[in-house]
């Protein structure tokens, strides 16, 4: 990218995105021209000096600075106070909990959900309500879109290149929304994981794409329990020993509060009762082989533990609908990070 302060770099704002697309620094939209006054207003958001190292991902040799992420920040069309999002967010992506070579290239088509809680997210007025994972938020659409734009653009993940997603799924042009915490009767993801209720976090989770449940024909808490947990079990084709994203909106989360459900409550009964027997993924096909006396009664657990579901209150309150998002498949790849946006 040293090219955009070369003197052939394009004069008109038209001229310039076109620049940028033969270049190969799109993710396929118009990007914003990443000028040298643009760049600095995203650094000096996040009082971070140029060459900050944000993280380096080994198995790419490379390393993403401060610089790097501030460029592709303002191509996604983020304004200066979303970059310490992006900065925390590529922060916990170069954990080695996370795993950025496995997500990143998988034939599953994974992308990176950002689930942003705290302050940040109400002043920085990142979605969390209805049309959750839709158009009309410039925040949830260009932090997510700039964090795409980095793993393209510094480390290399091209789609038939080093992106090797059969389908691939939306979420990869953004995945980025934030938890409910003003109507969750629960306590907040970060709050959980140990932050306190005042700090702002990220987390980074390898996520496929949300798939939603449908039950408003029910006023018992664990009949719509019922319905997701089938949902998930018919899911299993995803891969096994992973996390999942179950997000409640909000008239069946007032329907679990109503009945007392606490979160890790929601964790165990969703654990016990996604189960399949090995007989039953055998006969799908889904794990090789064939079915032996005794494997109608080995069960398989959809997730290794409860805690492995991140239960989020978040979406509208005009339908009956939950979702949950499956996570990428080998949880000894990929874990989900949380990281505090400073």
């Known amino acids: 990218m040293e090219e955009l302060e070369s003197k052939h770099f394009p004069t008109t704002c038209e001229d310039a995105i076109e620049f940028c697309y033969r270049k190969g620094w799109s993710d396929g939209l118009p990007v914003v021209p ?159 994981r140990g932050f306190k209720p005042g700090q702002s976090t990220v987390t980074v989770a390898a996520a496929v794409s949300p798939q939603q449940v449908y039950n408003e024909f029910t006023s018992n808490a664990e009949a719509v329990l019922q319905t997701l947990c089938e949902h998930m079990r018919i899911s299993a084709a995803t891969g096994f020993n992973t996390q999942y994203v179950l997000i409640f909106g909000q008239e069946h989360m007032q329907l679990l509060a109503r009945e007392n459900w606490k979160k890790d409550d929601i964790r165990n009964y969703c654990h016990r009762n996604s189960r399949s027997s090995l007989a039953r993924l055998k006969t799908l096909h889904i794990v090789p082989g064939g079915v032996l006396l005794g494997d109608d009664a080995r069960m398989v657990p959809l997730v290794p533990e409860p805690d492995d579901f991140i239960v989020l209150a978040a979406g509208g309150a005009n339908a009956g609908f939950s979702v949950f998002v499956p996570g990428w498949a080998d949880v000894g790849w990929s874990r989900s990070v949380t990281c505090e946006i400073t």
Not at 114 to 138: D, H, K, M, T
Not at 164 to 177: D, L, N, Q, S
Request: charged share 15%; with cysteine.
């Open 34 to 192: 990443p000028t040298a006054g643009r760049i600095k207003a995203m650094l000096d958001a996040a009082s971070l000096a140029p060459g900050a190292e944000l993280a380096r991902i080994d198995e790419r040799q490379a390393v993403i600075t401060a610089e790097k992420a501030a460029i592709n920040a303002v191509m996604a069309g983020c304004l200066p106070e979303y970059m310490p999002v992006v900065c925390a967010a590529l922060r916990a992506m170069g954990d080695p909990a996370w795993g950025f070579h496995g997500p990143a290239t998988s034939t599953t088509g994974t992308a990176v959900l950002l689930i942003v809680n705290g302050p940040a997210a109400q002043r920085l007025n990142i979605n969390s309500g209805e049309n959750l994972f839709g158009p009309g938020w410039r925040a949830n659409a260009t932090i997510g879109r700039a964090v795409r734009l980095v793993m393209r653009n510094v480390a290399g993940t091209l789609p038939g290149e080093l992106d090797r997603g059969t389908f691939g799924h939306p979420g990869k042009y953004t995945f980025c929304i934030a938890e409910n915490e003003r109507v969750s009767p629960w306590p907040p993801l970060h709050v959980e």
